[in-house]
């Protein structure tokens, strides 16, 4: 099985909520999960993280709606993007299809992916919410 290193928190990806970084934060744990040496059903983990990804995005939006963030819209076409590329994997998953190779593809994409969100919250609407 593919052990790749396991994220961090740091603090540079507080985004100055700490409903947001909470949530960022239970996002890293259950990728890490996905990402880690332990035994775990793939599936079971994955649908685990949509049901998280769907709360975080409708808590994320919500809040940028209330602080008047200029760029809400960019960032629902960017979730949306995300969600539907999830929910494909998942789907290879449910359908019995899930192989090493995708499993990797698939862990390697959601570190990137969160990572990069993260960051990219902590920069753009952080400075929003002083
Ligand atoms: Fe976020």
């Not at 949306?80 to 789907?91: I, N, V």
């Not at 969100?117 to 609407?125: D, G, N, Q, T």
């Given at each position: 099985?593919?052990?790749l ?17 909470d ?7 259950l ?71 995708i ?5 390697n ?5 969160w990572?990069?969100?993260?960051l ?5 609407y ?5």
């Amino acid at each position: 099985m593919t052990n790749l290193a396991t994220m961090e928190w740091k603090a540079n990806f507080s985004v100055g909520d700490t409903k947001m970084d909470d949530q960022h934060k239970g996002l890293i744990a259950l990728i890490n999960q996905l990402c880690g040496e332990d035994e775990i059903d793939v599936r079971e983990v994955l649908e685990k993280l949509q049901e998280y990804v769907d709360i975080h995005f409708r808590d994320e939006e919500a809040l940028l709606e209330k602080i008047g963030y200029p760029d809400l819209d960019k960032q629902k076409v960017e979730h949306e993007t995300f969600a539907k590329w999830f929910d494909e994997q998942l789907e290879t998953y449910r359908n019995g299809g899930g192989s090493d190779t995708i499993r990797e593809r698939v862990q390697n994409y959601l570190r990137t992916w969160w990572i990069k969100h993260i960051l990219f919250s902590a920069k753009a609407y952080a400075s929003y919410l002083k």
